[in-house]
């Protein structure tokens, strides 16, 4: 399954230079390992279209919840699309 997920752009630059590895959410789409992930950066209302992690694709490697989360929420690992078909 693949899901489409907003972030903020802070968060998204993290993510596309590669010093962010893991998402905090709210299971409400029911994240599991192996399941992809295409971010839609915003910045407030606006939607940056032009911003690198829009093209793309994510996969969760591992999903985390309840020890230390607030319930109904998970942490989920990803690795670009690319990376996790290599290895």
């Known amino acids: 399954m693949t899901h489409e997920i907003k972030i903020d752009r802070s968060y998204a630059d993290a993510i596309a ?16 390992a192996g399941d992809k992930v295409k971010f839609i950066v915003y910045d407030g209302a606006l939607r940056y279209r032009d911003h690198p992690l829009n093209q793309r694709v994510y996969n969760i490697t591992y ?11 998970v942490v989920f690992t990803i690795e ?5 078909e290599e290895v």
Do not use: Q
């Open 17 to 32: 230079d590669g010093r962010k590895k893991f998402e905090v959410r709210l299971n409400d789409r029911g994240y599991n």
């Open 63 to 73: 999903v985390h919840s309840g020890l230390g989360l607030k319930e109904g929420y």
């Open 80 to 84: 670009p699309e690319a990376e996790s």
